[in-house]
């Protein structure tokens, strides 16, 4: 058997138990066909293989994105970037800009905003400034909170009067609204102004093609709006229009416990589908967000000691929402970022172990930001998934010690995870931060904000931890580990070349490393063509 596709000359990362390192890797089909060192790969080549030298680049498996958003990071380019725009101004004249080529009537949306940036929120006094003929949303950075001006208010029907929603805020400035809308206050906005589908399918072209550039060969999509976003990413993957192995978490960012329900009384299980696009957990919202912040918390924050977050479900609801899904036999998780968020998901899982007994059921906490000691042991206990975000680190770090204070020591705590053998996978939560996973891995490693402060030193990891993190336990949190996650013979040929040796690079040089060349099923997908990497 010879091979389609032969790797020489380099670091590869099997990823199995020992963490072998390799010389060479070869690929027939769409699968890994051999590892060994070049003269001993070579064999298996002939004139018809690919040859592709390495010339001391790491091969790595490819990289799963444990929890992503496809369709949100896609449609966002579809508005106004406002992440990196310094000065309410500024970022006042790109939304100007946007609106005056934008037909009246219809919505100006921006996202990316950051107030710790800005030094404020903004208001729907700022962006009547920018148009009172069209309705404007700018969506802050975290993908909670959003800012509206006074149409937009008007077509939601959202007066001075209108009593908060559960799970979210209206904010206001006396007894008038000022447009900053918090959690589900949020994500019922959004339905008002949701793209349309053509546009959608165009936004998660455009996400699938940015994270085949940084390496990601699958993606644990943690959802968007409703059932239709289910759809949208199957159209996606049976289209083209998305590459990436796509494992769905079957929940909405807008009244996600009914969600839940609909999927129990579909039919629908964990696990369906195939290698390309499957059914992954029924997903509910617990609370708020870690920079907002509006995570909710079991102590205030350090910041605002009246305040310790926002809750979408008290226990009862909780548990109403996912004990029917175990039972029937789904994988469950929620999203959970402050301890007491935490807390309530690891006693959820409890009582539904309690009830309905299984051995492997891999249930997940997406971010587990704040964990401490008590809560690690309880996940440890009941044998929990916990899928943090390491990139959040860099990005919000500064923010993290300002309102978490001594909480950051256990923020993202990955030493103790493994410490204690928790399996544990890398999410981006990519458009909150940046999809690369050069910069999670950094981040777990260093520990460090992107302006160089220290957030919670005791928990850094080895580079070696962290790659597996965004390979192997990817694969592990959604029950592909025998056929992904690592370079071994038989399993997919899911790769990526890095531009140098990741495990000779310097720590602190390690969010600066790119991506080369990305294969699935054996074909090269991508490749930094102006580097002449092939």
């Known amino acids: 058997m010879k091979a389609d596709l032969v790797f020489v000359n380099g670091e590869v990362c099997v990823l199995d138990s020992e963490f072998s390192i390799h010389e060479a890797a070869a690929v027939k089909d769409n699968r890994i066909l051999m590892t060994g060192k070049t003269d001993e790969v070579m064999k298996v080549a002939d004139d018809q293989t690919e040859i592709i030298d390495l010339k001391g680049r790491s091969l790595l498996p490819g990289f799963i994105d444990a929890h ?16 990196d725009v310094t000065g309410i101004e500024n970022l006042l004249g790109k939304l100007k800009a946007a609106a005056d080529r934008t037909p009246e009537g219809e919505w100006v949306r921006g996202w990316g905003y950051n107030q710790n940036e800005l030094g404020r929120h903004l208001t729907k006094w700022d962006l009547d400034k920018v148009s009172t003929e069209h309705p404007i949303i700018v969506i802050r950075t975290c993908g909670h909170i959003s800012c509206v001006n006074s149409l937009a208010l008007e077509m939601a029907g959202i007066t001075n009067d209108t009593p908060n929603p559960a799970g979210g805020k209206f904010v206001r400035e006396g007894n008038e609204l000022n447009g900053l809308l918090l959690e589900s206050a949020h994500m019922s906005m959004f339905l008002k102004a949701m793209y349309t589908e053509e546009e959608i399918q165009e936004g998660l072209a455009i996400a699938s093609e940015a994270f085949l550039k940084n390496g990601i060969t699958s993606v644990h999509d943690a959802g968007g709006y409703g059932t239709d976003h289910i759809r949208a990413l199957q159209i996606g993957v049976n289209s083209g229009a998305i590459k990436q192995r796509v494992y769905a978490l079957y929940g909405s960012l807008h009244e996600s416990a009914s969600m839940v329900q609909k999927g129990i009384g579909s039919g629908l299980l964990t696990g369906l589908g195939d290698d390309r696009f499957k059914i992954g957990p029924a997903k509910v919202f617990i609370d708020g967000s870690s920079s907002g912040p509006t995570a909710k918390t079991r102590e205030p924050y350090t910041s605002k000691p009246e305040d310790s977050g926002i809750l979408y479900l008290d226990q009862e609801e909780l548990n109403q929402s996912l004990l029917g899904a175990h039972e029937q036999g ?83 705590p990955l030493k103790d995870f493994g410490d204690q053998d928790i399996p544990f996978a890398f999410g981006s939560d990519s458009p909150i931060t940046d999809v690369n996973p050069f910069v999670g891995i950094h981040a777990a490693v260093n520990r460090r904000s992107k302006n160089g402060n220290l957030v919670g030193e005791r928990q850094r990891i080895s580079v070696e931890e962290a790659i597996r993190a965004y390979t192997q336990s990817g694969a592990y949190a959604s029950f592909e580990e025998d056929i992904k996650g690592s370079i071994e013979e038989g399993k997919l040929a899911d790769l990526v070349v890095v531009n140098e040796s990741v495990l000779h690079c310097h720590q602190e040089r390690l969010k600066e490393l790119r991506v080369d060349m990305t294969v699935i099923d054996g074909k090269v997908v991508f490749t930094n063509e102006k580097e002449g990497v092939r």
């Open 68 to 83: 992503a958003h496809l369709e949100l990071y896609g449609t966002n380019q579809l508005g106004v970037n406002c992440k």
């Open 330 to 412: 789904w994988q469950i998780t929620a999203h959970a970022i402050g301890d007491e968020a935490v807390e309530m998901m690891s006693k959820t899982i409890e009582v539904a172990l309690d009830v309905s007994y299984r051995e492997d059921h891999r249930h997940r906490i997406e971010h587990a930001a704040i964990t401490p000691a008590d809560l690690t042991k309880r996940i440890k206990e009941s044998r929990i998934v916990p899928i943090p975000n390491p990139a959040f680190l860099h990005e919000f770090g500064d923010g993290y010690v300002r309102d978490y204070g001594e909480r950051t020591d256990v923020m993202f």
